[in-house]
């Protein structure tokens, strides 16, 4: 099939521009991966990963979806710079259609894949508080880290933080609101409903999913 994408509306392709921009500002130096399941596309990114192939240590996954005009095989994996570039152009052409770049990128969440099915909605979070929990983490990073730190203690202290948990109700990790609220998922006052799925935990809006495994590491 074609790998050119063929989407309904021209607003299709500047909503995934901010939702890339987004992206870009939480990991200046991230990946993008897109899957096409028939007419739908899935735009996952992921702010914060540690990771490994077998899905170890703290992997929070942002994930978007667009409607195809038609159905398409795609399953590549770009850096959003790239992927950022490509999609500005096509809407600098005024088209509909987005020719993904042609180089590929490599990172090692994109061998993580949360279920796609299973998903029980487990309740709902009020707003207001994973935008809190978000601020509060990011308050938290920036005083454990003074400018002298290392790079790799750094990143240690952040995982640390982010995998911590939060809403203890629901079990997920403090990095989960911030990338719900970073990846610009979230409206004000309307909650974020919560779903699971094998030991997987899913904030969910009409914006954007955010996936992480469920965190125990309480505060």
Same mark, same amino acid.
């Not at 899935?42 to 170890?56: F, K, N, T, W």
């Not at 005009?69 to 005024?94: G, M, Q, R, Y």
């Given at each position: 099939?074609?790998?050119?994408?063929?989407? #309904?509306?021209?607003?299709?392709?500047?909503?995934?521009?901010?939702?890339?921009?987004?992206?870009?500002?939480?990991?200046?130096?991230?990946?993008?991966?897109?899957?096409?399941?028939?007419? *739908?596309?899935?735009?996952?990114?992921?702010?914060?990963?540690?990771?490994?192939? +077998?899905?170890?240590?703290?992997?929070?996954?942002? +994930?978007?979806?667009?409607? +195809?005009?038609?159905?398409?095989?795609?399953?590549? +994996?770009?850096?959003?710079?790239?992927?950022?570039?490509?999609?500005?152009?096509?809407?600098?052409?005024?088209?509909?259609?987005?020719?993904?770049?042609?180089?590929?990128?490599?990172?090692?969440?994109? %061998?993580?894949?949360?279920?796609? /099915?299973?998903? *029980?909605?487990?309740?709902?979070?009020? #707003? *207001?508080?994973?935008?809190?929990?978000?601020?509060?983490?990011?308050?938290?990073?920036?005083? &454990?880290?003074?400018?002298?730190?290392?790079?790799?203690?750094? &990143?240690?202290?952040?995982? /640390?933080?982010?995998?911590? &948990?939060?809403?203890?109700? @629901?079990?997920f990790p403090a990095g989960s609101a911030f990338a719900m609220?970073?990846? %610009?998922?979230? /409206?004000?006052?309307?909650?974020?409903?919560?779903?699971?799925? @094998?030991?997987?935990?899913?904030?969910?809006?009409?914006?954007? @999913?955010?996936?992480?495994?469920?965190?125990?590491?309480?505060?």
């Amino acid at each position: 099939m074609d790998k050119n994408l063929s989407f #309904q509306d021209p607003n299709d392709l500047v909503d995934l521009a901010g939702y890339l921009k987004r992206a870009l500002r939480l990991d200046s130096a991230g990946a993008v991966r897109l899957r096409a399941f028939g007419s *739908v596309l899935a735009i996952y990114v992921s702010p914060i990963y540690a990771g490994s192939l +077998l899905g170890d240590g703290l992997t929070v996954i942002g +994930l978007r979806t667009l409607n +195809l005009t038609s159905e398409n095989e795609l399953d590549s +994996l770009f850096t959003i710079e790239d992927l950022l570039a490509a999609v500005e152009k096509s809407i600098e052409n005024e088209g509909l259609f987005l020719a993904p770049p042609k180089a590929a990128a490599r990172v090692g969440w994109a %061998g993580i894949s949360p279920p796609r /099915q299973g998903w *029980v909605r487990a309740g709902e979070v009020e #707003q *207001v508080k994973i935008s809190a929990w978000a601020k509060d983490g990011i308050a938290a990073v920036a005083e &454990a880290l003074p400018e002298s730190i290392g790079s790799a203690i750094a &990143a240690r202290v952040r995982l /640390q933080i982010w995998g911590k &948990a939060v809403g203890i109700e @629901h079990n997920f990790p403090a990095g989960s609101a911030f990338a719900m609220a970073g990846l %610009g998922f979230m /409206q004000k006052g309307i909650p974020v409903k919560v779903y699971r799925a @094998h030991g997987w935990i899913r904030l969910s809006s009409d914006f954007g @999913h955010v996936i992480a495994k469920e965190s125990f590491r309480f505060s």
